[in-house]
């Protein structure tokens, strides 16, 4: 089986510029969240999303947007891009809200020039 | 709000030593307890969990009991081998399931 799938893998962008992270969950799971890990530190909660609808969103600003797609997959959009929102980009999915534990993809790593 | 407070690294051990990272963490309800473990170039990889107070979670010779006394969560691994070298992430999950990490400690085990 597949696990939590994540494209792409890495991506260098312009400050300014917007970007389009993109998540595929593991089969059956309706849960879908993002996370930021900055270099040296633990990831940071994003969003989380269950059943397409937005359960929770954490400490980042309005230019970070993110939704959930009929069949579950998930995107996370970053606007204005700043030289601080180079990170890896990690997607985690669970076939509920995530109390038993997400399972994490491989992240998108970000770097903002 | 919730926290995770974990022991400071780099940690550097001789193969089939023993391994302590110590864990504590602040929640205001009853939250679930993990270990995580991040290798070079890698994602987050379930490790253990315990869902309440007194489970013992385990996997590959990794231990940690949920202490609520304590409010603690270490891991423990009696005989570590040069493959455990990694980044070890404790981390709680809140009741709709957002997590909290701690910053992570650095495992180095030479041969």
């Known amino acids: 089986d597949a696990g939590v799938t994540q494209s792409p893998t890495h991506l260098i962008k312009t400050r300014g510029q917007h970007v389009t992270l993109r998540c595929s969950p593991i089969s059956g799971h309706k849960s879908v969240s993002w996370y930021q890990q900055v270099l040296g530190q633990g990831p940071q909660f994003i969003f989380q999303?269950?059943?397409?609808?937005?359960?929770g969103r954490g400490n980042f600003p309005d230019r970070f947007s993110a939704r959930q797609f009929p069949n579950y997959s998930s995107e996370l959009n970053v606007n204005a891009l700043l030289l601080g929102d180079s990170a890896l980009y990690l997607c985690?999915?669970?076939?509920?809200?995530?109390?038993?534990?997400?399972?994490f993809g491989s992240g998108t790593r970000l770097t903002v020039v | 709000g919730d926290s995770v407070t974990q022991m400071e690294g780099p940690v550097t051990l001789s193969e089939e030593a023993f391994l302590t990272i110590n864990c504590t963490y602040t929640?205001?309800?009853?939250?679930?307890l993990f270990w995580y473990v991040q290798y070079p170039g890698e994602g987050l990889q379930l490790l253990l969990k315990?869902?309440?107070?007194?489970d013992k979670g385990s996997n590959k010779g990794f231990e940690a009991t949920y202490r609520k006394e304590t409010t603690s969560f270490h891991l423990e691994k009696g005989s570590v081998q040069v493959s455990d070298s990694a980044v070890y992430f404790c981390a709680l999950s809140d009741h709709i399931g957002q997590f909290y990490f701690g910053t992570g400690t650095s495992l180095t085990v030479i041969p």
């Open positions: 985690a999915s669970s076939p509920d809200t995530g109390s038993y534990g997400y399972t």
């Open positions: 929640a205001t309800g009853y939250p679930s």
């Open positions: 315990a869902t309440k107070a007194d």
């Open positions: 999303y269950y059943e397409k609808e937005e359960r």
